[in-house]
């Protein structure tokens, strides 16, 4: 019989086999727990919620980009859904719950201005519009904002040839108009006090006439009414350029301060949106109603609000867009609310009284 090299199968040592490890999704075995993971989306909605909350703190230098986040603010509201499904993808419940942080505070900035209720009725409604200097239809424009049947309209980019066909065009509704350069405003009721409102950049040209003022005899008493238009802004390899506009803006915040009539009332293509540190001067002294919303620039595919109905000594509401016409902006429609007047002082409401019936 021959002899078998090495243990036979019934003397060799048995294995211990090692137990089985069920593998752990998205990593190896032992990898972190779903609230230990997803720690940099959780950092990256707790920066989204402090840049809504905290948008002042972001520097304007270099490039003024303070002003260009104030300017397209709303849009921080898309983290949301991104970091919902990243954080979903990744199985992190740290970072579930940290995506309501951000959601929690675009939810009180801009859902529930607009989910409150507004006043059933208005002293006067306002309709701002920039109406294009390369207009291709004024008299579709006039005769589509003559529709809403407003108690203003307030027009800037007029040019010489567009301006007879809105003069001809608003004349029925709107007997009374004043025309400072390229804004002007139309009225259901007698304007007094009409003058250039100076709000020109150091270093341009004279003919630069983009505001005015003027005293509307309104139903509700007198009211001071502002048109503006602000210079434009422009983003470049410097960054967001906003000199001009920021010291214009600086001289109508000026003129607003300055107003001694009581009720007050602004209307214009401002270049920015109510957040932006730039409007400051103006902003910090006039109710503008809710947010952002609605959009009003670009006309086709609108990403902002640029174009503003203001008060002052009243509540602005119901605050939306037109539809389309031949401009690149849409037309904005606001009701505005007054409150009890105030005492009168300095001479603002006699100047008027001497002046009272200047139409043109």
């Given at each position: 019989?021959?002899?078998?090299?090495?243990?036979?199968?019934?003397?060799?040592?048995?294995?211990?086999?090692?137990?089985?490890?069920?593998?752990?999704?998205?990593?190896?075995?032992?990898?972190?727990?779903?609230?230990?993971?997803?720690?940099?989306?959780?950092?990256?909605?707790?920066?989204?919620?402090?840049?809504?909350?905290?948008?002042?703190?972001?520097?304007?230098?270099?490039?003024?980009?303070?002003?260009?986040?104030?300017?397209?603010?709303?849009?921080?509201?898309?983290?949301?859904?991104?970091?919902?499904?990243?954080?979903?993808?990744?199985?992190?419940?740290?970072?579930?719950?940290?995506?309501?942080?951000?959601?929690?505070?675009?939810?009180?900035?801009?859902?529930?201005?607009?989910?409150?209720?507004?006043?059933?009725?208005?002293?006067?409604?306002?309709?701002?519009?920039?109406?294009?200097?390369?207009?291709?239809?004024?008299?579709?424009?006039?005769?589509?904002?003559?529709?809403?049947?407003?108690?203003?309209?307030?027009?800037?980019?007029?040019?010489?040839?567009?301006?007879?066909?809105?003069?001809?065009?608003?004349?029925?509704?709107?007997?009374?108009?004043?025309?400072?350069?390229s804004v002007g405003l139309w009225s259901r009721h007698p304007l007094s006090d009409i003058r250039p409102l100076d709000i020109r950049p150091e270093?341009?040209?004279?003919?630069?006439?983009?505001?005015?003022?003027?005293?509307?005899?309104?139903?509700?008493?007198?009211?001071?009414?502002?048109?503006?238009?602000?210079?434009?802004?422009?983003?470049?390899?410097?960054?967001?350029?906003?000199?001009?506009?920021?010291?214009?803006?600086?001289?109508?915040?000026?003129?607003?301060?300055?107003?001694?009539?009581?009720?007050?009332?602004?209307?214009?293509?401002?270049?920015?949106?109510?957040?932006?540190?730039?409007?400051?001067?103006?902003?910090?002294?006039?109710?503008?109603?809710?947010?952002?919303?609605?959009f009003s620039w670009p006309a086709g595919l609108p990403v902002s609000r640029i174009d503003h109905v203001m008060a002052r000594s009243g509540t602005?509401?119901?605050?939306?867009?037109?539809?389309?016409?031949?401009?690149?902006?849409?037309?904005v429609a606001a009701g505005i609310t007054f409150g009890p007047r105030r005492p009168p002082t300095g001479t603002a409401h006699g100047q008027d009284?001497?002046?009272?019936?200047?139409?043109?």
């Amino acid at each position: 019989m021959d002899q078998v090299n090495g243990p036979t199968a019934a003397t060799a040592p048995r294995r211990r086999l090692r137990p089985l490890r069920r593998p752990v999704r998205g990593g190896e075995p032992g990898d972190r727990s779903a609230w230990t993971r997803g720690r940099v989306l959780s950092g990256l909605a707790a920066l989204s919620a402090l840049l809504l909350v905290f948008h002042r703190a972001v520097p304007n230098t270099p490039g003024r980009l303070g002003s260009l986040l104030e300017t397209f603010l709303p849009w921080l509201g898309l983290a949301v859904p991104l970091l919902l499904v990243s954080a979903l993808l990744r199985r992190s419940a740290l970072a579930l719950v940290a995506v309501t942080l951000p959601a929690a505070v675009w939810g009180v900035a801009y859902v529930d201005p607009l989910l409150s209720e507004d006043a059933e009725a208005y002293d006067l409604v306002a309709v701002q519009h920039n109406v294009s200097d390369v207009n291709p239809d004024p008299l579709a424009t006039a005769r589509a904002l003559a529709r809403e049947q407003a108690d203003l309209i307030a027009l800037e980019e007029l040019t010489p040839a567009s301006l007879p066909v809105y003069e001809k065009a608003l004349a029925r509704g709107y007997p009374h108009r004043a025309v400072e350069g390229s804004v002007g405003l139309w009225s259901r009721h007698p304007l007094s006090d009409i003058r250039p409102l100076d709000i020109r950049p150091e270093g341009v040209g004279e003919g630069w006439k983009r505001g005015l003022r003027s005293t509307a005899h309104t139903p509700v008493g007198e009211v001071a009414v502002l048109v503006a238009h602000l210079p434009s802004v422009r983003v470049g390899w410097h960054g967001f350029g906003t000199a001009r506009r920021d010291e214009s803006a600086d001289l109508l915040g000026s003129a607003v301060a300055g107003e001694q009539t009581d009720r007050l009332i602004l209307l214009g293509d401002l270049n920015s949106t109510v957040a932006d540190r730039g409007l400051s001067p103006v902003t910090s002294q006039l109710a503008h109603g809710p947010a952002d919303f609605p959009f009003s620039w670009p006309a086709g595919l609108p990403v902002s609000r640029i174009d503003h109905v203001m008060a002052r000594s009243g509540t602005v509401g119901a605050v939306r867009t037109l539809a389309a016409t031949g401009s690149d902006h849409l037309p904005v429609a606001a009701g505005i609310t007054f409150g009890p007047r105030r005492p009168p002082t300095g001479t603002a409401h006699g100047q008027d009284a001497r002046t009272a019936g200047h139409d043109r």
